[in-house]
């Protein structure tokens, strides 16, 4: 609700400006103000150049807010940044559209008559519906660009998280059992032109347990030496060490400085000393125990180490170096029937990928402990290959079933496997584009009624110039100019309020609260592509949108506007 508002802010701050900038320059075409209007431009322009570069090197120097901590002071400053900066360009386009009217009127005669009539004196009624007119094709361009550059860095977080945290091409079979062989198919793979990296995997599903709580989970057995060369694991790490899973006999006495766990609010929680155990010189005589029971209590028992998600930590309320059990369906016979496979982990590492799903359900141990745990000796579940384009790698998918070179395993790449989200990602954001366009073709609606006026207020006019010779194609064509080029105001104007707005938002940053939605800022992607796309889908309606009224100056009479002269 807070980003809401912030964003809510930042667009009618910046609306504000633009109207107050367009009504300027409509005063300067039509009242005769330009020295005036010239000279305030100049001063705010100054103002807010020199407003915006303080505020942004306020910004640069703000600390760096972690987890769930939000200021207010640290929002409107950059929120005081962006709009700033957005006001600053539009003043810079409104000083140079003169300067483009004047460099239109020096073109062909149909340009030459639609810039004039641009800014020529009109009646109060029509200036204020040109002024909207040119207001309703900016907000609408404004508007399309931000929502596609906010869905479009979406997509672009999804999918980076994705590539992170999964391989770009999965080897398993249909039923997802174990396989054995696994690593002369790594080998081959390996050998793949394309291919960076391979690992084997060994994965299954079982419940795990703390003292507290329990949750189902995936469990997934990863080669140490070749995991961190497929998937971010490693990187993703933010409290333990990825080295506690290759010697989980160093768990059992963590440092007093250890970092093993991080609060809601980014703090971070150490380790502390260890308590004196009993039987110690510290303790009365009176507790004191056994020499071999004292010699158990104080060294905690080996036990394998886990790493967990964060969201996952948080469910079993468990931090680094505490144990956990892993209770799997797929047990041992035993007299009563098939028993649970049960054992004890201890926590090595709380990763964080920023997907919740990952977080919330995934664990990795080691290879040899997984194949042990699921009783699978010298066999593996899947495995994953990293490829040097993500992009590419349905190109090399059948390099890769080519060396695996056996019929029970199936090759499949990223793309394949989260097809459905990728789909259902690209269908709304097609479909978020087509319902914006019709804030475009609301908005050239009054394009349409700007030149029908102006066609019956220039009737006279229209009629002089084709008693002087002016073709009815000559007259279509400098009315369709004239809605152009007030379409293409607007759309220049909306198309800058986009971009610096998204800009602004990319670079300073809109913090949101990762609690409610897992991002700790609003992802934005400022593509060039897109914000074209946008301009000439705009440019397009306004184009069709002159049609009409130009063809109804074309076909004016001279006798029917000098009838009454």
């Excluded at 745990?373 to 040097?388: G, H, R």
Aim: hydrophobic share 50%; proline share 5%.
């Amino acid at each position: 609700m807070l980003a809401l508002k912030t964003v809510h802010l930042v667009l009618g701050a910046t609306f504000v400006g633009l109207g107050v900038l367009l009504i300027l320059a409509r005063a300067r075409v039509t009242y005769g103000l330009g020295r005036y209007v010239r000279t305030a431009a100049l001063v705010s322009g100054a103002l807010l150049g020199c407003s915006f570069a303080g505020l942004t090197m306020w910004t640069l120097r703000l600390p760096v807010l972690r987890g769930s901590m939000w200021s207010l002071k640290d929002t409107l400053v950059k929120s005081g940044a962006i709009v700033s900066g957005v006001l600053f360009l539009l003043t810079l386009l409104t000083a140079l559209l003169p300067w483009v009217l004047d460099r239109l009127e020096g073109r062909s005669f149909e340009s030459f008559v639609s810039a004039r009539h641009v800014r020529s004196q009109k009646s109060g009624f029509l200036t204020v519906i040109s002024v909207l007119s040119i207001c309703g094709v900016a907000v609408s361009a404004c508007a399309q660009s931000s929502v596609v550059s906010v869905m479009g860095g979406f997509s672009q977080d999804l999918r980076r998280k994705i590539l992170g945290n999964n391989a770009h091409i999965v080897i398993d079979t249909e039923s997802q059992a174990a396989w054995s062989g696994g690593d002369d198919v790594v080998a081959r793979v390996r050998a793949v032109p394309g291919v960076t990296a391979a690992t084997p995997v060994v994965s299954g599903e079982v419940m795990i347990s703390s003292p507290s709580n329990l949750a189902g989970v995936i469990v997934r057995g990863v080669d140490p030496a070749s995991i961190g060369g497929v998937i971010d694991l490693v990187k993703n790490i933010e409290v333990g060490s990825f080295a506690y899973l290759e010697d989980p006999d160093r768990l059992r006495h963590l440092p007093a400085d250890e970092v093993i766990g991080i609060g809601p609010g980014g703090e971070r929680y150490m380790k502390g000393n260890d308590l004196p155990p009993l039987g110690s010189d510290d303790v009365d005589p009176l507790l004191r125990i056994d020499p071999l029971v004292k010699e158990v209590t104080s060294n905690p028992p080996l036990r394998p180490g886990l790493i967990v998600g964060r969201e996952l930590a948080k469910t079993l309320h468990v931090y680094v170096g505490d144990e956990v059990t892993l209770v799997s369906p797929l047990g041992d016979p035993g007299p009563m029937g098939l028993m649970p496979r049960t054992r004890k982990f201890r926590i090595s590492a709380i990763f964080f990928s920023g997907m919740y799903e990952y977080d919330a359900s995934h664990v990795y141990v080691l290879l040899d402990v997984a194949q042990d745990y699921f009783s699978e000796p010298n066999k593996i579940s899947a495995i994953d290959v990293k490829v040097d384009e993500a992009e590419h790698a349905a190109r090399l998918t059948p390099l890769v079933a080519a060396a695996v070179g056996r019929t029970d395993l199936r090759v499949r790449d990223w793309r394949e496997i989260n097809k459905n989200l990728f789909g259902a990602l690209t269908l709304e954001r097609f479909a978020t584009f087509i319902i914006l366009s019709v804030l475009t073709i609301v908005a050239s609606f009054c394009i349409i009624c700007t030149l029908l006026l102006m066609v019956t207020e220039k009737g006279k006019e229209i009629a002089i110039l084709k008693a002087l010779g002016a073709s009815d194609g000559a007259i279509l064509r400098t009315f369709m100019a004239e809605g152009i080029i007030i379409g293409a105001i607007g759309t220049v104007f909306g198309i800058a309020w986009g971009l610096a707005m998204c800009a602004g938002l990319a670079w300073f940053g809109l913090r949101l609260d990762p609690d409610v939605y897992y991002i700790d800022r609003l992802p934005i992607n400022v593509s060039v592509g897109d914000f074209l796309i946008v301009a000439v889908s705009a440019m397009t309606i306004c184009t069709l949108a002159t049609i009409y009224p130009a063809h109804a100056a074309s076909k004016l009479r001279p006798v029917d506007g000098l009838r009454y002269e």
